[in-house]
């Protein structure tokens, strides 16, 4: 489990220039100007990075890994996510979500799932939740899921300004909020509330209320599909300028596109020239959720579902057709979710950090191997390792 990847361009996501990187077991050992073979070290592998970008392993902060939806009925319930459709999307590390279904979506099940994906290489966290207040946790209190489930990292999604949500009230979610810090203090864990935020005319005034009245910081939630329209997207820039973290939902089909929503590409542009700080944005793909189309008297019309595969693709279009630097571009889905959940080994490649490693294609930046804890799990876009039942289907 020894490796040397050979003159390749490194971004950490920071523009390293060109290294030579010593991977030992599941870590990065070293990177530097030039690492040569031991000659008494048989079995090393070495791996020549010429032409190739290597990059941080993506985190994807939101999917529905052990499946979502159901908007239009129990056919509409979309399938738990297969490994090949996190890896050969360049995503080493997701943090599972339920959704609009927390009546038959159980954490129970949302726990298992995301051991049975680090069993398959991959790094998986889940937040205790779904759209529903009061939140229905494993323990049945939100401070014992952080501090006794490893997996659990906190709190969402919890639905605002829905037509799907429970209509929470100002005490619901500063509870819920204040349940979250503590917790996440205990558990030397993020602790952060991802919520949901629909396109209801109230937007996200019910946490501007909260952070003024209690004691509680904008930095203690994330919100999420906050380019969902136009005002949304807005409301979204003072958010973050005031302290708060915004998400960006990548996966989103030409007829919601057509309707407004804001593309994520465009949207990081929008917030770095509007002056909001880079390490309080977020994408995140929504992946296994459904993306329901309702009409104006909230009936659904149409259906999408998430896709892992979108996050890269609008990280790559923002480098491609906006012109923001790549380092730059790359902390949306490797240093900022990172900080943001406290992973403290992802989302960076120095010393010490998880060998979760993406190779890119220097020439269009297409995605070529992938590493997760050091294993490869894609080489040159031919799958090496595949989920538990995927070669049976």
Request: glycine share 10%.
């Amino acid at each position: 489990m020894i490796k040397i990847i050979k003159n390749v361009e490194v971004y950490a996501p920071d523009h390293l220039g060109k290294k030579d990187v010593l991977i030992a077991d599941k870590s990065v050992a070293a990177i530097k100007d030039s690492i040569e073979k031991p000659a008494n070290l048989p079995g090393m592998e070495v791996i020549e990075g010429d032409g190739q970008l290597l990059v941080p392993g993506f985190i994807d902060p939101h999917v529905h890994i052990s499946g979502g939806g159901g908007e239009g009925s129990f056919t509409t319930r979309t399938a738990s996510i297969r490994l090949s459709q996190a890896t050969t999307a360049g995503v080493t590390t997701l943090i599972g979500v339920r959704g609009t279904d927390g009546f038959c979506r159980h954490m129970e099940e949302l726990v298992a799932k995301a051991k049975s994906l680090k069993e398959e290489g991959v790094t998986c966290y889940v937040l205790t939740g779904s759209y529903q207040v009061p939140v229905r946790s494993i323990t049945g209190d939100i401070e014992k899921d952080l501090m006794l489930i490893e997996e659990v990292i906190g709190v969402g999604e919890i639905a605002l300004s829905d037509h799907r949500s429970s209509q929470p009230t100002f005490d619901e979610i500063a509870k819920i909020a204040a349940s979250a810090r503590v917790g996440g203090i205990l558990s030397g864990k993020s602790g952060v509330v991802n919520i949901h935020v629909g396109d209801g005319p109230r937007k996200v005034d019910l946490i501007h209320n909260i952070v003024a009245k209690t004691e509680l910081p904008y930095r203690q939630f994330c919100l999420t599909h906050m380019n969902r329209n136009p005002d949304l997207f807005r409301e979204g820039i003072d958010f973050a300028k005031r302290g708060g973290h915004i998400d960006y939902t990548t996966s989103t089909p030409d007829p919601i596109l057509d309707e407004g929503t804001v593309k994520c590409s465009k949207a990081l542009k929008a917030c770095l020239d509007a002056g909001v700080a880079e390490n309080h944005i977020t994408f995140s793909s929504d992946g296994q959720g459904s993306l329901p189309i309702f009409n104006t008297n909230k009936e659904m019309i149409g259906l999408g579902i998430g896709s892992c595969e979108s996050l890269f693709l609008e990280v790559r279009s923002a480098v491609q057709d906006e012109g923001i630097p790549l380092e730059t571009a790359l902390k949306v889905i490797t240093s900022n979710p990172a900080d943001l959940y406290r992973l403290e080994k992802k989302g960076r490649l120095s010393k010490g950090k998880d060998a979760d490693l993406v190779f890119l294609n220097a020439n269009d930046l297409s995605i070529r191997s992938v590493m997760a804890m050091g294993k490869q799990m894609v080489k040159d876009g031919e799958i090496v390792v595949y989920g538990t039942f995927e070669q049976f289907s």
